[in-house]
C-alpha cells in the first residue's frame, strides 16, 4: 500500500500538514526527526493504555512498537499517545472502585481530544483492561476515522498445589480466610501465584468478555483478541494492525460502517453464548450511542435469553482464555454460532471482509472441548439473563453461567444496606442469614457516583460457602469474576427514586432468571406511600471528576453514557 496514493485533501491531518500556512505545524514536526515524506504521509495515531498500575497493561507500550512498524511499513506515519486506565482489579473493594466506570468516558474523552487536538487520519487504539476496551472502542465509533481494536492479551494462569487458579480465587481465599478455613501461610502462597504474568484477569471476566466482543463487533482482527499478553504472536498480528490501517483509509472503511445494529447483536451473541460479564450490558449500549443507534438493557438482554451457551470458561465453568485460544480462538466460537444461525454473517469488519468471509476457512475443532457446538450447548440459554420487574422497571442483569436452573429463582426478605461497606463488613463478620437477599444500594452511576462493582462482597460469601444460599441486588455492578446469585443494574437506581431506594428491611423480594422477573412483594399503594416519603441524599462527591460526572451521567438501562452520542451530531471528526 503506497500512502502517496491516499489523496490527503479529505484527510484531517491535511489541516496540520498542507500549504505554506502550515509550516509552523510542519516544523514541529519537523523536530521530532519526521521528514518532509512522512509529513505528507497519512497521519496514525497510535493510542496505548499503558500504566504500571496493573499487569493488563503493562505490555501495551511494547505492543504498540509493532503496531508502528506496521504503519509505517505500509507508508504511514505513526504518532504514539497514552490515556489512563483505572484497573478495577486494583480499585476493587474500596472507596477507588467509584473511578473505574468514570474512566471509561475520561479515556473516550481523551482519545477523541488528542485525536482531534492533531487531526491524525486513523487511528489504532490498543487497551488491557476492563473498562479501557470499551473506552476505546467508544472513542473510535464518536470519531468515525478508519480505526483498529487491539487487545494486549490476557493473562497467564497461575498454578497453586497442582491446580490453575486466576485472581478469583484470591478473591474467595478472602472469605475462606474470614472463617478460618484458609490460613495465612496459604493465603500469602496463593497470591504469589495467582498472577504469573503481563495481562488481564485470565478468565471470562470483563476484559476478556470485551476482547470477545472486539472480534465478534468486527472492530478488531480475527483471532487477535484471544492471544495471551505472553504470547509473541501478538506482535505479528499489531503489526498487521498498522498495516491493515492503512488499506482501511484508502478503502475509507469507518467504524460506523462496521458497527450497526447487526454487528451489536453480534456482540450481544458472544457474550452470552461465552458466559460473559454483566458489564457487557452497560457498554454494548454506550458503544452503540455513540454511532447514534439506540441498543439499551432490554435489547442486550433479548440477545442473551435466545442464545446458547456454549464456551465452558470461568468464572462458572472450566477454562481460561488461555484455554479457548488454543483451542481455536474466537473465531471457533463465533463459527459454530454462526453455521447455527445465532450471528449475521453479511456484516463488514476491519479486515476488509464480512464476518461470513472472515470465518469462512475455519474448521471445527473436535479435540477440544472449551467450546460446545451450538446445536449441542451447555444450556440452551445465555449465560447472562436480562430482569425486569417491579423492584427494577428499567432492567437488571445477572450472570447465570454455571448456575443450574433449579437454583435461578430466589425468594427471601431483604437485608438493607446503604453502601458497599456496610454489607461487606456484615458479611466479613457473618452478621446475616442464609435466605437472605442482601441489598446494596446508592451504588449507581449517579449515586455512587461511579456504579462500583461488588467482587470483594460476593467472592467473600462464596469463599464463606454461601454463595448460593443468599441473594444479593444492587444498582451498582457486578465484577467478570462475581459468580452466584448476583443481580446488577437495578434501575432507576436509588439516588433517582428508584424502586430499590424504598426497600426496608424485611420486605420479601423473589427473583426468577428464568422468567426474567425480580419483584418486591408489595402493593403498588405502599410503594407509592413510600416514594412520596423518600428523600435524596447527597454523595461525598461535592467537587472534582466524580461530581462532574454524577452531574452528567445517565441510566445504566443507556450504558451509563454522559453526551448526546452519534444521534445528536452534526459532523463527525472524521469529516471536518
Same mark, same amino acid.
Given at each position: 500500500?503506497?500512502?502517496?496514493?491516499?489523496?490527503?485533501?479529505?484527510?484531517?491531518?491535511?489541516?496540520?500538514?498542507?500549504?505554506?500556512?502550515?509550516?509552523?505545524?510542519?516544523?514541529?514536526?519537523?523536530? /521530532?526527526?519526521?521528514?518532509?515524506?512522512?509529513?505528507?504521509?497519512?497521519?496514525?495515531?497510535?493510542?496505548?493504555?499503558?500504566?504500571?498500575?496493573?499487569?493488563?497493561?503493562?505490555?501495551?507500550?511494547?505492543?504498540?512498537?509493532?503496531?508502528?512498524?506496521?504503519?509505517?511499513?505500509?507508508?504511514?506515519?505513526?504518532?504514539?499517545?497514552?490515556?489512563?486506565?483505572?484497573?478495577?482489579?486494583?480499585? /476493587?473493594?474500596?472507596?477507588?472502585?467509584?473511578?473505574?466506570?468514570?474512566?471509561?468516558?475520561?479515556?473516550?474523552?481523551?482519545?477523541?481530544?488528542? /485525536?482531534?487536538?492533531?487531526?491524525?487520519?486513523?487511528?489504532?487504539?490498543?487497551?488491557?483492561?476492563?473498562? &479501557?476496551?470499551?473506552?476505546?472502542?467508544?472513542? /473510535?465509533?464518536?470519531?468515525?476515522?478508519?480505526?483498529?481494536?487491539?487487545?494486549?492479551?490476557?493473562?497467564?494462569?497461575?498454578?497453586?498445589?497442582?491446580? $490453575?487458579?486466576?485472581?478469583?480465587?484470591?478473591?474467595?481465599?478472602?472469605?475462606?480466610? &474470614?472463617?478460618?478455613?484458609?490460613?495465612?501461610?496459604?493465603?500469602?502462597?496463593?497470591?504469589?501465584?495467582?498472577?504469573?504474568?503481563?495481562?488481564?484477569?485470565?478468565?471470562?471476566?470483563?476484559?476478556?468478555?470485551?476482547?470477545?466482543?472486539?472480534?465478534?463487533?468486527?472492530?478488531?482482527?480475527?483471532?487477535?483478541?484471544?492471544?495471551?499478553?505472553?504470547?509473541?504472536?501478538?506482535?505479528?498480528?499489531?503489526?498487521?494492525?498498522?498495516?491493515?490501517?492503512?488499506?482501511?483509509?484508502?478503502?475509507?472503511?469507518?467504524?460506523?460502517?462496521?458497527?450497526?445494529?447487526?454487528?451489536?447483536?453480534?456482540?450481544?451473541?458472544?457474550?452470552?453464548?461465552?458466559?460473559? &460479564?454483566?458489564?457487557?450490558?452497560?457498554?454494548?449500549?454506550?458503544?452503540?450511542?455513540?454511532?447514534?443507534?439506540?441498543?439499551?438493557?432490554?435489547?442486550?438482554?433479548?440477545?442473551?435469553?435466545?442464545?446458547?451457551?456454549?464456551?465452558?470458561?470461568?468464572?462458572?465453568?472450566?477454562?481460561?482464555?488461555?484455554?479457548?485460544?488454543?483451542?481455536?480462538?474466537?473465531?471457533?466460537?463465533?463459527?459454530?454460532?454462526?453455521?447455527?444461525?445465532?450471528?449475521?454473517?453479511?456484516?463488514?469488519?476491519?479486515?476488509?471482509?464480512?464476518?461470513?468471509?472472515?470465518?469462512?476457512?475455519?474448521?471445527?475443532?473436535?479435540?477440544?472441548?472449551?467450546?460446545?457446538?451450538?446445536?449441542?450447548?451447555?444450556?440452551?440459554?445465555?449465560?447472562?439473563?436480562?430482569?425486569?420487574?417491579?423492584?427494577?422497571?428499567?432492567?437488571?442483569?445477572?450472570?447465570?453461567?454455571?448456575?443450574?436452573?433449579?437454583?435461578?429463582?430466589?425468594?427471601?426478605?431483604?437485608?438493607?444496606?446503604?453502601?458497599?461497606?456496610?454489607?461487606?463488613?456484615?458479611?466479613?463478620?457473618?452478621?446475616?442469614?442464609?435466605?437472605?437477599?442482601?441489598?446494596?444500594?446508592?451504588?449507581?452511576?449517579?449515586?455512587?457516583?461511579?456504579?462500583?462493582?461488588?467482587?470483594?462482597?460476593?467472592?467473600?460469601?462464596?469463599?464463606?460457602?454461601?454463595?448460593?444460599?443468599?441473594?444479593?441486588?444492587?444498582?451498582?455492578?457486578?465484577?467478570?469474576?462475581?459468580?452466584?446469585?448476583?443481580?446488577?443494574?437495578?434501575?432507576?437506581?436509588?439516588?433517582?427514586?428508584?424502586?430499590?431506594?424504598?426497600? $426496608?428491611?424485611?420486605?420479601?423480594?423473589?427473583?426468577?432468571?428464568?422468567?426474567?422477573?425480580?419483584?418486591?412483594?408489595?402493593?403498588?399503594?405502599?410503594?407509592?406511600?413510600?416514594?412520596?416519603?423518600?428523600?435524596?441524599?447527597?454523595?461525598?462527591?461535592?467537587?472534582?471528576?466524580?461530581?462532574?460526572?454524577?452531574?452528567?451521567?445517565?441510566?445504566?438501562?443507556?450504558?451509563?453514557?454522559?453526551?448526546?452520542?452519534?444521534?445528536?451530531?452534526?459532523?463527525?471528526?472524521?469529516?471536518?
Amino acid at each position: 500500500m503506497d500512502a502517496r496514493r491516499i489523496d490527503k485533501s479529505r484527510l484531517p491531518s491535511r489541516h496540520v500538514t498542507e500549504g505554506p500556512t502550515r509550516a509552523p505545524h510542519r516544523s514541529y514536526l519537523y523536530a /521530532m526527526g519526521l521528514t518532509r515524506e512522512q509529513i505528507a504521509q497519512p497521519l496514525v495515531g497510535v493510542a496505548t493504555c499503558w500504566n504500571e498500575a496493573a499487569p493488563c497493561n503493562i505490555s501495551l507500550m511494547r505492543q504498540a512498537q509493532a503496531v508502528k512498524k506496521g504503519v509505517a511499513a505500509a507508508a504511514g506515519t505513526p504518532r504514539e499517545f497514552c490515556t489512563i486506565t483505572v484497573t478495577d482489579g486494583m480499585a /476493587m473493594g474500596h472507596q477507588g472502585m467509584k473511578s473505574s466506570l468514570p474512566s471509561r468516558e475520561v479515556i473516550a474523552d481523551s482519545v477523541e481530544l488528542t /485525536m482531534r487536538g492533531h487531526c491524525y487520519d486513523a487511528l489504532v487504539g490498543m487497551a488491557g483492561c476492563d473498562k &479501557s476496551l470499551p473506552g476505546m472502542m467508544m472513542a /473510535m465509533v464518536r470519531l468515525n476515522v478508519p480505526s483498529i481494536f487491539i487487545y494486549g492479551g490476557s493473562i497467564l494462569p497461575g498454578s497453586f498445589r497442582g491446580r $490453575q487458579v486466576t485472581v478469583q480465587d484470591l478473591f474467595e481465599a478472602v472469605g475462606k480466610y &474470614s472463617v478460618g478455613e484458609m490460613s495465612d501461610e496459604d493465603l500469602t502462597e496463593l497470591e504469589q501465584v495467582a498472577c504469573p504474568s503481563a495481562g488481564a484477569c485470565g478468565a471470562q471476566f470483563t476484559a476478556n468478555t470485551m476482547a470477545t466482543v472486539s472480534e465478534a463487533i468486527g472492530l478488531a482482527l480475527p483471532y487477535s483478541a484471544g492471544a495471551p499478553a505472553p504470547y509473541e504472536i501478538r506482535d505479528r498480528f499489531c503489526a498487521m494492525a498498522g498495516e491493515k490501517v492503512m488499506e482501511l483509509i484508502a478503502r475509507n472503511i469507518r467504524p460506523r460502517d462496521i458497527v450497526t445494529r447487526k454487528a451489536l447483536e453480534n456482540a450481544a451473541t458472544v457474550v452470552a453464548a461465552s458466559g460473559g &460479564s454483566t458489564n457487557a450490558a452497560l457498554h454494548l449500549p454506550a458503544i452503540a450511542h455513540e454511532a447514534g443507534l439506540k441498543f439499551d438493557l432490554f435489547d442486550v438482554a433479548e440477545i442473551f435469553r435466545r442464545t446458547p451457551y456454549i464456551a465452558d470458561l470461568k468464572p462458572g465453568g472450566r477454562y481460561v482464555a488461555k484455554d479457548m485460544f488454543e483451542a481455536g480462538g474466537i473465531p471457533l466460537l463465533m463459527k459454530t454460532l454462526l453455521d447455527n444461525g445465532f450471528m449475521h454473517g453479511d456484516v463488514m469488519t476491519v479486515a476488509g471482509r464480512t464476518m461470513a468471509e472472515n470465518l469462512a476457512g475455519v474448521k471445527w475443532n473436535p479435540d477440544q472441548d472449551v467450546v460446545k457446538p451450538a446445536d449441542k450447548p451447555i444450556t440452551p440459554t445465555g449465560g447472562v439473563v436480562g430482569l425486569k420487574g417491579n423492584l427494577a422497571p428499567d432492567g437488571a442483569i445477572v450472570k447465570v453461567a454455571g448456575i443450574p436452573a433449579e437454583k435461578q429463582t430466589f425468594r427471601g426478605p431483604a437485608r438493607v444496606f446503604d453502601g458497599e461497606e456496610a454489607c461487606f463488613e456484615a458479611v466479613s463478620h457473618r452478621r446475616y442469614k442464609e435466605g437472605e437477599v442482601l441489598v446494596i444500594r446508592y451504588e449507581g452511576p449517579k449515586g455512587g457516583p461511579g456504579m462500583r462493582e461488588m467482587l470483594s462482597t460476593t467472592a467473600a460469601l462464596y469463599g464463606q460457602g454461601m454463595g448460593d444460599r443468599v441473594a444479593l441486588i444492587t444498582d451498582g455492578r457486578f465484577s467478570g469474576a462475581t459468580r452466584g446469585f448476583c443481580i446488577g443494574h437495578v434501575g432507576p437506581e436509588a439516588a433517582t427514586g428508584g424502586p430499590i431506594g424504598l426497600l $426496608q428491611d424485611g420486605d420479601v423480594i423473589a427473583i426468577d432468571a428464568i422468567r426474567g422477573t425480580i419483584d418486591v412483594e408489595l402493593s403498588e399503594e405502599e410503594l407509592s406511600r413510600r416514594r412520596a416519603a423518600w428523600r435524596s441524599r447527597e454523595t461525598d462527591a461535592t467537587s472534582g471528576y466524580l461530581w462532574k460526572y454524577a452531574q452528567t451521567v445517565g441510566s445504566a438501562r443507556d450504558g451509563a453514557v454522559t453526551h448526546p452520542g452519534g444521534a445528536a451530531e452534526k459532523e463527525a471528526y472524521a469529516d471536518i
